[in-house]
């Protein structure tokens, strides 16, 4: 029987070529799992536990569904119930939901339409208007370019 070399041998089934295979040191997924990152402050670790999924039985069902889902349909059935902590709860949250809601970003590009209707002979309000809109354009155009307004007009 010959000696076989390195690599001279069946490729199949748990035998890959050897240059394919993983190197030594290597690992088989280099990207690795992300790492978990924990709660730095207790507002992210109340979040989390929030964010968590729970099994609960909802009309003979078994369904997964997050912590936080299962509060607010508690707080709701409560509230639906006449319990009037839960409707001052669920409400008060409404209102601060309301409150703290981010506001919507206005587009710069966008441009505004004004309308304004005048009545007929309304010559002397419809000059001053433009005349408005024009030093409005004008201060707005500074402020792009970077100049600081004068008081010359």
């Known amino acids: 029987m010959s000696e076989k070399k390195p690599g001279d041998y069946e490729v199949g089934y748990c035998k890959p070529p050897v240059?394919?295979?993983f190197k030594p040191g290597q690992s088989g997924n280099p990207a690795g799992a992300?790492?978990?990152?924990?709660?730095?402050n207790l507002s992210e670790a109340i979040n989390h536990?929030?964010?968590?999924?729970?099994t609960v039985r909802i009309n003979g069902r078994c369904r997964r569904i997050p912590r936080m889902e299962i509060i607010g349909e508690q707080i709701t059935a409560q509230?639906?119930?006449?319990?009037k902590s839960a409707i001052r709860d669920l409400l008060r949250h409404e209102r601060d939901r309301l409150r703290y809601a981010?506001?919507?970003?206005?587009?710069?590009?966008?441009?505004?339409?004004?309308?304004?209707?005048l009545n007929i002979g309304d010559e002397?309000?419809?000059?001053?208007?433009?005349?408005?809109?024009?030093e409005d354009g004008i201060q707005a155009a500074r402020k792009k370019v970077g100049e600081e307004p004068s008081d010359d007009g």
């Open 102 to 117: 981010p506001a919507p970003k206005a587009d710069p590009n966008a441009s505004r339409k004004v309308v304004v209707s």
């Open 34 to 40: 992300k790492r978990k990152v924990a709660p730095t």
């Open 79 to 83: 509230a639906t119930s006449g319990d």
């Open 124 to 134: 002397e309000t419809q000059r001053r208007i433009e005349e408005r809109m024009i």
């Open 49 to 54: 536990a929030l964010m968590k999924k729970q």
């Open 19 to 21: 240059a394919t295979r």
